[in-house]
């Protein structure tokens, strides 16, 4: 992928690991298994960026990067995630994940 096609999110590892796991959780809810082939090719889009996100973290440590094309379906996960009263314990993190795609170009 060329570099200007990237953007990338500056976490740590633990941040790196939540959002992993947001854009999985999220991935199954918005498109669970057995739906169109639309929706599974979404699925799996989002599925294979978070783990060629987390891949990458080993090769530019301090660096979640990701397609832009990406940086819409990035925040409905997170937003989703804010909404759900289970995750309230990582509100500040979800929020300054968001913040940063806002400003990140």
């Known amino acids: 992928m060329a570099r200007d096609k990237l953007m990338s999110l500056n976490v740590d590892e633990v941040q790196l690991s939540e959002l992993v796991a947001v854009l999985q959780r999220y991935a199954h809810a918005a498109w669970p298994p057995g739906g169109s082939e639309c929706a599974q090719a979404s699925r799996e889009a989002l599925l294979t960026?978070?783990?060629t996100m987390r891949e990458g973290f080993a090769a530019h440590p301090g660096e979640a990067q990701f397609n832009r094309r990406q940086r819409a379906t990035f925040r409905a996960a997170?937003?989703?995630h804010l909404e759900?009263?289970?995750f309230q314990d990582r509100h500040a993190l979800y929020t300054e994940l968001l913040n940063q795609l806002s400003t990140t170009r």
Do not use: F
């Open 49 to 51: 960026a978070a783990e």
């Open 78 to 80: 997170l937003e989703y």
């Open 84 to 86: 759900q009263a289970n």
